[in-house]
């Protein structure tokens, strides 16, 4: 039976491989106990593939043992049978003789009986020439009378004979049953041998199977061989004591290695998509900062140039400069420094209220020259001037570029003054508000027609 699994190596370098992303004392301890685990199931396969072999070479002995004593037990057979023919046959013949010997001796008793008629007949006779006839039939009787006597001996002695053979062939055949009883005997402990054999071999193959999912074939190529089997034996309880004081073996390890193998994997995957992407991003803002650099950059400058002039035009005269506070201008601060008329250079925080908001409003309009806008809403933005300085911000605002529309919401009147047109709230009666709006320019020329009227 073939198991598709990983085998305990790969199990293992798999394994090695998650411990030593996730780090850590307890993964070097789970580590070495699976190192331990997986020698011990090495010498475990090498011990069964022994153990095999053994069983094997006991089986072939016992294989050959059973041949001989079948070859044996069949060559006893033979010689049984041959002695069952033979003593069948001597015992045919010991009935012929017998019965030839009875046969003789009847033919003994009846030549005797004969012979003693002659010799009667021969003293009562009284002829010469029927004396001599009887003489010479009892000299035949005689002579056939030690004849049957000689036979009668040789039969005897053939009687004899054929019973020692007969003997000879209880014995031998009392022998062979008893040779036959003793393989019997061995046939069968050679079959309880061979049956032990086959379950012993069954068993560890089923051990193979069930503790270590592995074939024969298979446990057979993963084995190493062991030079010293005693200091194996000695290792292999130091490992049995190890894994004895681990506890209890998670069986689920290969699932939940596969499924955080799966997911690192993915996350790996991930993880190299963000760091191209991280590339391209990086990428992506080096050249936008290269773009905001250079923009950067002309547009201070602009801004710097234009400042001087506002500065000058508000101020009535001074200088002013804008200052990077670093060489990186993308990190780098800007210092305010301006000299109103009269005054020595100095920070913006050096300055009054009035010359701070002032500075303050020459930089907005320096960047409104520069990067002009169609709408521009100021809040209160002159609260903090005085009058010159409210009447120089409203002259600014008319004599600055035409492409921009200022909305002021204010309560100074030299701002008022300046403007073209504005827009009031009044309340003429409790509770109810009312838009107010007045030209100037409409006003002026009411009052130039009424002049000339």
Do not use: C, W
Request: glycine residues 4%; aromatic residues 4%.
């Amino acid at each position: 039976m073939e198991v598709k699994i990983k085998t305990l190596s790969q199990t293992r370098d798999d394994l090695q491989e998650l411990l030593t992303l996730s780090g850590g004392q307890d993964a070097q301890e789970q580590l070495a106990e699976l190192a331990a685990h997986d020698a011990e199931i090495a010498h475990e396969l090498t011990e069964i593939v022994v153990k095999k072999q053994q069983l094997e070479d006991e089986q072939a002995r016992v294989r050959d043992d059973s041949t001989s004593f079948n070859a044996l037990k069949d060559e006893k057979s033979q010689a049984l049978t041959a002695a069952k023919v033979q003593l069948s046959e001597l015992t045919a013949d010991l009935r012929h003789e017998e019965s030839e010997k009875l046969r003789l001796t009847e033919t003994l008793e009846t030549l005797d009986a004969q012979l003693l008629q002659l010799t009667s007949a021969s003293s009562s006779a009284s002829d010469t020439a029927d004396r001599e006839a009887f003489s010479r039939q009892l000299l035949e009787v005689t002579d056939e009378l030690q004849q049957l006597q000689i036979r009668q001996v040789s039969l005897r002695l053939e009687r004899e004979d054929v019973s020692a053979q007969m003997d000879e062939l209880a014995a031998q055949n009392s022998m062979t049953l008893l040779e036959r009883e003793t393989l019997a005997g061995q046939e069968a402990r050679l079959e309880v041998a061979t049956e032990q054999v086959e379950q012993g071999l069954k068993s560890r193959q089923l051990r193979l199977s069930e503790d270590y999912q592995l074939s024969f074939d298979a446990a057979a190529a993963q084995v190493e061989m062991i030079e010293d089997l005693s200091v194996a034996e000695r290792h292999l309880r130091d490992l049995e004591r190890q894994i004895r004081s681990l506890g209890p073996v998670n069986l689920d390890a290969i699932a939940q290695f596969d499924e955080v193998n799966s997911r690192y994997n993915f996350l790996n995957g991930q993880k190299s998509d963000l760091l191209g992407a991280k590339e391209l991003l990086l990428s992506n803002i080096n050249e936008m900062d290269d773009v905001v650099r250079a923009r950067f950059e002309k547009t201070f400058y602009e801004i710097k140039n234009s400042f001087l002039l506002t500065f000058k035009q508000m101020f009535g005269g001074g200088t002013a400069d804008l200052v990077l506070t670093s060489d990186d201008l993308l990190t780098a601060g800007i210092e305010i420094q301006v000299q109103p008329p009269g005054k020595k250079l100095a920070s913006l925080q050096l300055m009054s209220g009035g010359e701070k908001a002032l500075t303050a409003l020459a930089l907005l309009f320096a960047i409104l020259r520069v990067r002009t806008v169609p709408f521009v809403v100021l809040d209160e933005v002159e609260a903090a001037l005085d009058e010159a300085n409210v009447k120089r911000f409203g002259d600014y605002m008319n004599h600055f570029d035409s492409s921009n529309q200022f909305i002021v919401v204010t309560h100074r009147k030299g701002t008022m003054a300046a403007a073209d047109v504005m827009y009031g709230v009044t309340m003429l009666d409790a509770g109810v508000s009312k838009l107010v709006s007045v030209r100037f320019d409409e006003v002026d020329e009411t009052n130039e027609k009424q002049k000339v009227s």
